[in-house]
């Protein structure tokens, strides 16, 4: 399996950006899908977006498309999520998932095998 270590959440007034990281260590990187998924307070985790090993294929969940961008940096085991035109139903726990085999690119969190502990992001209204 692989690490993964989220950073870069934080407070964050309403209409700003943050951008969160994932490091990843371990296994192969660069083969593998790598999504991002959010719990927000009190609901079930969510599909929040994914890349897949090159890059060429990318989903986002209704709720944040055109806000939040992800990207990923194979040489240095690296993904990102800019997140801009924030909103308080941004406020959430973000997670740093990995696919459970390479080449594939699957939505579902059963697809992941390995999850960061989480960073929180809080949005003021």
């Known amino acids: 399996q692989v690490q993964l270590v989220e950073s870069g959440g934080g407070l964050v007034q309403a209409g700003g950006s943050l951008r969160l990281s994932c490091s990843a260590s371990?296994?192969?990187?660069?083969?593998?899908?790598m999504g991002w998924f959010r719990q927000p307070p009190g609901k079930e985790r969510e599909f929040v977006a994914i890349?897949?090993?090159?890059?060429?294929?990318?989903y986002y969940a209704d709720s944040v498309k055109a806000r939040f961008t992800i990207s990923r940096d194979n040489a240095k085991n690296m993904v990102y999520l800019q997140m801009n035109s924030l909103k308080s139903e941004d406020t959430a726990v973000y997670y740093c998932a990995a696919s459970d085999r390479p080449w594939y690119i699957g939505l579902a969190e059963s697809d992941f095998a390995s999850w960061g502990q989480g960073t929180q992001v809080t949005v003021s209204s």
């Open positions: 890349i897949s090993w090159n890059s060429v294929t990318i």
């Open positions: 371990g296994r192969t990187f660069s083969t593998y899908a």
